[in-house]
């Protein structure tokens, strides 16, 4: 019974990500996700791509425009992808917690709550 319960709460945590293919870029570059999330990428080009991972151990295969592909993440899915026409096209995987906040260390994006659009609730 812990075994199924454990199982259950692993699965009851996953979440599903979207990655669009447009214009010769990943949005967002950078996903954070854990094992056991699914990644739908979604390609918003006017003609055909595929995706593969930095190992080449998975792939899209083709994909026509408005087509999407699912992964599932696993420990051992590569964290690198990019597009197989255009290598220099790359985004990532990310097992790390996503920043908050500063991200490039010159404190302008800290939110102290003082600052920014007041809300409109």
Known sequence: MTALSLSFA???????????VEEGAFYPEITYLAPGDTVTFTNNNNYSIEI???D????????????????????????????????????????DLAPLG?????DNDAFDGTDGPESSN
Do not use: K, P
């Open 10 to 20: 692993q699965v009851a945590s996953a979440n599903d990500y979207s990655i669009l």
């Open 52 to 54: 593969i991972a930095s």
């Open 56 to 95: 080449a151990t998975w792939t899209t295969g083709s994909l026509a425009t408005s087509m999407d592909y699912v992964l599932s993440i696993s420990a051992e899915t590569a964290l690198a992808f990019g597009l197989a026409s255009d290598a220099e096209i790359a985004g990532t995987f990310s097992f």
């Open 102 to 106: 500063d991200v490039d260390g010159d």
